[in-house]
């Protein structure tokens, strides 16, 4: 990052600050602009971390181990109170490595866990599948090396997008009928 044009003092480690006191001076200046970039752990950075006025970007340098890991580091920067609309999420991946492995783990607990919160039948076939686990998927496709595996990625998505249309249509077609 110093070599990138980033001044040294502008960049933060954050379990460099130990005490709570350090912590809140950390806070501090990341929300007013004088620490540019925080670099910390998903557990470090968790909740009770008010760094996030003018959060631009998020970077994801190795999958997380839960489904709300992702969404936690995420929300270090979506969150009400960012002077800014957009935040962009990159997610580093490398190619060939245990990265496939660990984002297919993610994807299939995410999946479990949104079809117990829904009451969704855990039958073989799940019928909706959210963005974030989608975003999942499409990370597991990338980590594979696997061209192939991208194409099934986006098969399915279009097979998911005409079955909700179908059974949306169906819906509508037996409410006219009543």
């Known amino acids: ?18 005490s709570d006191e350090a912590k809140s001076a950390l806070y501090a ?4 602009g ?4 925080l670099i910390g752990t998903t557990q470090a950075m968790g909740e009770g971390v ?7 970007a998020l970077h994801h340098i190795n999958p997380p181990f839960k489904a709300s890991d992702k969404e936690q ?5 979506i969150r009400n109170g960012n002077e800014n609309s957009e935040v962009r999420i990159y997610t580093y991946i490398q190619v060939g490595s245990f990265d496939s492995y660990m984002w297919q783990m993610v994807e299939r607990k995410a999946e479990m866990m ?5 009451g969704v039948d855990t039958g073989d076939e799940i019928d909706d599948v959210s963005d974030f ?3 999942l998927r499409e990370a597991k496709a990338i980590a594979s090396g696997n061209p192939l595996l991208m194409e099934k990625f986006d098969l399915e998505t279009k ?8 059974r949306a249509f169906d819906e509508n077609v037996f409410a006219a009928k009543k």
């Open 73 to 77: 580091r995420e929300g270090r920067g």
């Open 1 to 18: 990052l110093v070599a990138a044009g980033i001044p040294r003092n502008e960049i933060a480690v954050f379990q460099d600050y130990k």
């Open 159 to 166: 097979i998911r997008r005409l079955r909700a249309e179908k």
């Open 34 to 37: 004088e620490v540019r970039v």
């Open 50 to 56: 008010n760094a996030h006025k003018k959060v631009v």
């Open 133 to 135: 686990i989608l975003s």
């Open 114 to 118: 949104r079809q117990a919160i829904d």
């Open 29 to 32: 200046k990341v929300n007013n």
